[in-house]
T-cell receptor, first 113, second 115 residues
């Protein structure tokens, strides 16, 4: 079946620290992989995505590389800001273009000045 | 351009009642999906509608149902509410789920509390 295992939180970092949030997946076939972010009181927003092996998704300084050999899609950012404080969700779609996403449990990130 | 609009924002019901939640997608979007978010189970897919037809369904009991209208607006209904149905219900829309680079846009959700 399809599932996503995500690093447990919460994560607290100082401003300008390096961020890594681990995500591994189990899927049949070749899934598309996503990172979504949820700011307080808001819905989810797509942060980045990758649709095939070795693709790198990037946005707003965040990056993640689709690693088929390790079934991973870890989220990284070199220097976090207070405004990055949010909950981050890793997700997969088992079919291209499908809106049936399988989400990880979410990782709450708090960045302190 | 207006985003995905969900109403109401908050809802309080008692066990055994039924509830209807509404979602208006972004103008021009024809696909609407629903998700349930709880602290224990996280985000779980409920169903997806495209052109008034249910295209995909998650693993939820039949008490959860939905529909989509010709203007792409969607409603979901939960009958015979249980305490465990307390959750944030999120709606997401997209242009066409068949496209490989399709992007989902989420609403802010309806927070349902069952007492």
């Amino acid at each position: 079946g399809n599932s996503v295992t995500q690093m447990e939180g919460p994560v607290t970092l100082s401003e300008e620290a390096f961020l890594t949030i681990n995500c591994t997946y189990t899927a049949t076939g070749y899934p598309s992989l996503f990172w979504y972010v949820q700011y307080p009181g808001e819905g989810l927003q797509l942060l980045l995505k990758a649709t095939k092996a070795d693709d790198k998704g990037s946005n707003k300084g965040f990056e993640a590389t689709y690693r088929k050999e390790t079934t991973s899609f870890h989220l990284e950012k070199g220097s976090v800001q207070v405004s990055d404080s949010a909950v981050y969700f890793c997700a997969l779609s088992s079919r291209t273009g499908a809106n049936n996403l399988f989400f990880g449990t979410g990782t709450r990130l708090t960045v302190i000045p | 351009k207006a985003g995905v609009t969900q109403t109401p924002r908050y809802l309080i019901k008692t066990r055994g009642q039924q509830v209807t939640l509404s979602c208006s997608p972004i103008s021009g979007h024809r696909s609407v999906s629903w998700y349930q978010q709880t602290p224990g189970q996280g985000l779980q897919f409920l169903f997806e509608y495209f052109s008034e037809t249910q295209r995909n369904k998650g693993n939820f009991p039949g008490r959860f149902s939905g529909r989509q209208f010709s203007n792409s607006r969607s409603e979901m209904n939960v009958s015979t509410l249980e305490l465990g149905d307390s959750a944030l219900y999120l709606c997401a829309s997209s242009l066409d789920p068949g496209q490989p680079n399709e992007k989902l846009f989420f609403g802010s959700g309806t927070q349902l509390s069952v007492l």
